[in-house]
């Protein structure tokens, strides 16, 4: 147990400081934390990065997987069926999925290529979603409205964009439709996908000590080096202060807030939390302009019991090019019980965890949705499957082929693990079982259609045409190296394996050709020299 004294001072000294002897500057000083200009720094961050913010820097393939996104499209279509059956004239209407904070776009496909799939399967024709892809940012928004995978389903109505900054109640203008997201738009629940957002906006931060409640204070230093134009260019260089000060039981405006903060003071013993007040706020807007019928699905890094929120220090920032502070998810689901809503947290996990929240309705009047919530959120979760997911990464030099088949059926065929474990798989191939070498072959396509993607990251496409070209399947190489030129660019062994895979198929002209093409790519190879030789001794033959 945590309960030592020392642990208790370390939390308990009104000012912290470190003494270091490089020239800093105090950025500002003892801010409510939700005031503090980290926030703003924060969304300047994504502005200035954009696409590139995913690109070994903000961690997502945790929320951005296709397993996952099977997990949320299986409990939205559910909830869409239990709300037509108790609702028969909300097929009149479109039902809005929300996504704040998009980030790479990578989720948003998975999730609506899967919801279309499993709507087509139940031929489900009557139903009309409408997928709002949003940011802060306008530069992320540009990236979505040319990326390829997203072309099919933009041309049919089916995504949206909007500009939303949650931090605010500025109306959301859908940018195709023209129509903002309002009580009159919204005849159905709003649904609202919320990854890695909640963990991104403001919170305000507490302390518990001896049943008194005390706010933190944060103030902000930074070294004089890492200013630009009175800005901090590395936010990990951002060095945080907080000062504690004691607060009265109306702290906020909102009494339902103070009565959960009533409730930690009371049962806390000891301990510093995060309260997500840009999450209430955006909470607050979104209850509203849905005339307060509202579904959320949640996968963030958080505390979803009071027992965890419990011997806390002062809360910490994580940096990975943002930051993010751990969600208190706890005081999200108290929110909504004490709003009239309801709520679900998953049983408490290692790492992330998914929660589901809803305003204006109870999910015992939703079965398909509890149900569905029983199997992908308390059964094997997006959290189990990361879990996994780490492991078998770290392991898979001593998986054996079907291991790593059975593993990439569970991941639903993604493109990321695949090209992690790609060189394993290929030198595999030779020793393999027939059996496992079709189940692979056949399932390749699947891999294919999950193709995301997002500047400087291998293309999954050329490895398929690896995979099919080292099991002998020629015709199918030659299809996926021709449909991985736009990303790979002309490249030695691009050419080279297409003019390979020709020879096999007896078209030596066109291999001709291509090895002469992988030849000016690479004037060394003596491989592709030796080749034309040997076509051109052919020819005269
Ligand atoms: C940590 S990323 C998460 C991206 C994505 N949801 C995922 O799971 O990978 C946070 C995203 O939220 C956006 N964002 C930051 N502050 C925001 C705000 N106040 N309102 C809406 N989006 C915000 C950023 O631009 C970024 O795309």
Redesign the pocket.
Known sequence: MFHNIEYRKTFWSPFVTEHTNVPSVLLEENKRLSESAL?RM??EY??KESIN??VNQ?P?YI??NPFIAYCYAQIVLNFILDWIQQHPEATQHPFYIL??????G??SFFVIKTLVELMESLNLTDIRICYVM????RN?INYYEKHPALLPYIEKGLIDFAI????TDKPITLLRQHIHLDPKTLQNPLIVFA???F???SHDAFTVHDKKLYELLISLKTETSNLEGNRPVNLEKLETVYHIREIKPDYYPDPVLNKILAEYKAELHESSLLFPI?SFH?IKYLKKISNDKLFIIS?DKGYSTVKSLDYHGHPSLSFHG?F?MMVNFHALADYFKNTGGDYFLQTSRKGIKTSVFCAGMNLTNLPRTALAIQQYVEGFSPSDYFTLHRRVSDSFNECDLDTIAAHMHLTRWDPHMYLKIKNRIISLVPEAEAETLEFIAACMPKLAAHFYHLPKTECVLFEIGVFYHAVKQYQDALVYYEQSIPYVGEQFSLRYNIALCQHQLEKNAEAMVNFKKALELNPESKEAEEWITYLEKQGKE
């Open positions: 926030w924060q969304r994504f502005d913010a995913w903000v997502f929320t951005s996504e704040p904070g998009t980030g790479s990578r989720f949003s940011d802060v940012t992320n939303y900054n949650m931090e990854n890695y957002i963990d991104t906006i840009g955006a996968t943002s993010s």
